[in-house]
């Protein structure tokens, strides 16, 4: 007899599931041509109340991939000491993403929303990195198991609201959470921006993850790419713009005419608190995004529209 409590990760499917995986319906994944994949991706979604799912072959890919997506290169993101992000994953941190952590030192890997606000690196102070991401990890393996209670998450999903940073959760073992605290899983969907889940643990799956997302970011997307048509229409009006690239999405190219400086263009618009970029031979370029709201949209408009050269 062989009684093996390595890790969780050493169950083996049962007669069942390897029946299913025999007879499933199989197809080329990379052309979404899978059904079973496809059905999956949509099923854990949907328990999630998140809008897509994504499979990969383990939890160390979904993780290292949502902490690419959720941040840029130079970036911080906060989490425990114990966390399996920052021990057990190749230091992908920094090799996959370019990033650093700053990590919280507190029993069985909790932290609370003051840990986190005291982790926020000042956004005004260059030197330092910009604090974009907070992951947890639910529940937390060098802490034993530990589970997560649901007002320390949402408080914390409060504060990183407040402070506009993403939102990770490591949910490798969130089933075992969900079932020791009796947790609908709809309600982690509800607070964070990406969640990872395991198959190949508890639920004794050969290989698997999932990672899981809110495509509420590329919906809002359409904003951005109506405020640039917006900014072409005015910029068409203006009798120094010789020619404005059609706009797609939400990149504005547009040239001013010779018998003007571009140069003079942008230093009047920065003295009025627009920032924009020269691309050489009196063109240049606006782009709309995440954090160019309607307030500012509205703004802009009217400065474009009243501008002089």
């Given at each position: ?8 990760t ?15 319906e ?6 979404k041509?899978d ?6 991706e ?8 998140m ?6 072959p383990?939890g160390?890919m ?19 000491k114990?966390?399996?992000v ?6 992908g941190?920094?090799f996959?993403?370019g990033?650093?952590?700053k ?6 890997g909790f932290?609370?929303?003051k ?9 005004d102070?260059y030197?330092s ?25 949402s ?13 990770h959760?490591?949910?490798a ?8 605290k009796?947790t ?7 607070l964070?921006d ?6 190949s643990?508890g ?11 809110s495509e ?10 109506k ?6 229409e005015?910029?068409?009006?203006l009798y120094?713009?010789k020619?404005?690239?059609e706009v ?6 547009f ?6 400086s ?7 618009l ?8 020269g691309m050489?031979?009196n063109k240049?370029?606006l782009?709309?995004?995440?954090d ?6 509205e703004a802009?408009?009217?400065i474009?529209?009243?501008?002089t050269?």
């Amino acid at each position: 007899m062989e009684i093996n409590l390595i890790s969780d990760t050493v169950t083996k499917p049962s007669g069942e599931m390897i029946k299913f995986m025999n007879n499933c319906e199989v197809g080329d994944d990379v052309f979404k041509d899978d059904p079973t994949v496809n059905m999956l991706e949509e099923k854990v979604a949907k328990m999630f109340n998140m809008d897509k799912a994504l499979f990969f072959p383990s939890g160390t890919m979904t993780n290292q991939t949502a902490i690419k997506i959720n941040t840029n290169p130079g970036d911080q993101l906060i989490c425990s000491k114990t966390a399996h992000v920052y021990n057990y994953e190749g230091g992908g941190v920094s090799f996959n993403s370019g990033v650093s952590c700053k990590l919280i030192d507190k029993e069985r890997g909790f932290f609370n929303a003051k840990d986190v606000l005291n982790s926020i690196n000042p956004p005004d102070f260059y030197h330092s990195p910009k604090t974009s991401l907070v992951c947890v990890e639910n529940t937390t393996n060098k802490g034993g198991g530990a589970c997560w209670e649901m007002n320390d998450l949402s408080e914390i999903a409060d504060l990183c609201k407040d402070h506009d940073l993403k939102y990770h959760l490591d949910g490798a073992r969130i089933w075992n959470a969900s079932v020791k605290k009796g947790t609908d899983f709809s309600l982690f969907g509800e607070l964070f921006d990406t969640i990872s889940v395991c198959l190949s643990k508890g639920l004794g799956c050969p290989v698997g993850s999932l990672l899981l997302c809110s495509e509420n970011n590329i919906n809002r997307l359409e904003e951005d790419h109506k405020k640039a048509k917006e900014i072409e229409e005015t910029l068409k009006s203006l009798y120094f713009v010789k020619k404005v690239e059609e706009v797609e999405t939400n990149i504005i190219i547009f040239e001013i005419n010779c018998n003007y400086s571009s140069e003079i263009f942008i230093n009047k618009l920065q003295k009025k608190g627009v920032k924009l970029i020269g691309m050489g031979d009196n063109k240049l370029r606006l782009v709309t995004h995440l954090d160019y709201s309607d307030n500012h949209h509205e703004a802009f408009l009217d400065i474009l529209s009243k501008v002089t050269l």
